[in-house]
């Protein structure tokens, strides 16, 4: 079975402290995304990437960066994090055969605290 | 702002009662259309997507829905919702206007009873 997988499930950090979030997928996809998901907001945009060392920004990039240095792994940092960055964040991944077929990660819960 | 938007926030029904999610986007010309759910803990799964053809597309367990295109409207439908049905319902869409990168409405979540 295909997957995208997410570190970790739940983390808790200080406020200041540097995250990083990372995400691995297994399909060898070219396209990766970082989504943050919160309460009435629905799924926004933070980063994406058609390709290695590639990053563009989504539509709500500020206070974050990515990394990708390999095809399979797609990293979001939170360079300081703020109490305003706790949320779920959920990566995904797509095919350039199937551009619009988005495989999911579980999420991960952070709390900025 | 283009968008996605969906109209419901909280539906609450009764088991075997018929469901219908509205969803409406505002991105001019070519557009997939999806509909994602989350049941509660998992991760989010493609119910059905709509890219060309048949504008009535059907998608797993049981749920359809209807491209209008002079609406700009995907809305969800199940006939006869069950109490596992219960989850969070999620619209999306990828338009050529905005490179296809995939955006999502805010959600509905629905609750059904038994």
């Known amino acids: 079975d295909v997957k995208v997988t997410q570190s970790s499930r739940y983390l808790v950090k200080r406020t200041g402290e540097k995250v990083f979030l990372e995400c691995v997928q297994d399909m060898d996809h070219e396209n990766m995304f970082w989504y943050r998901q919160d309460p009435g907001l629905g799924l926004r945009l933070i980063y994406f990437s058609y390709d290695v060392k590639m990053k563009e920004k989504g539509d709500i990039p500020e206070g974050y960066s990515v990394s990708r240095e390999k095809k399979e792994r797609f990293s979001l940092i939170l360079e300081s994090a703020s109490t305003n960055q706790t949320s779920m964040y959920l990566c995904?991944?797509?095919?350039?055969?199937?551009?619009?077929?988005?495989?999911f990660g579980s999420g991960t819960r952070l709390t900025v605290v | 702002a283009q968008s996605v938007s969906q109209h419901n926030h909280h539906v609450i029904l009764s088991e075997a009662a018929s469901l219908e999610l509205g969803c409406n986007y505002s991105y001019g010309g070519t557009v997939n259309l999806f509909w994602y759910v989350q049941y509660p803990g998992q991760h989010l799964q493609l119910l059905l997507k709509y890219f060309s053809g048949d504008p009535l597309v059907k998608g797993i367990k049981g749920f359809e829905a209807e491209f209008i295109k002079s609406k700009f409207s995907f809305n969800l439908r199940k006939p006869s919702v069950q109490w596992s049905d219960t989850a969070e319902y999620f619209c999306?869409?990828?338009?050529?206007?905005?490179?296809?990168?995939?955006?999502f409405g805010a959600g509905t979540t629905v609750t059904v009873r038994a």
């Open positions: 995904a991944s797509s095919s350039d055969r199937e551009l619009y077929g988005y495989t």
């Open positions: 999306a869409v990828n338009a050529e206007s905005n490179d296809y990168k995939l955006s």
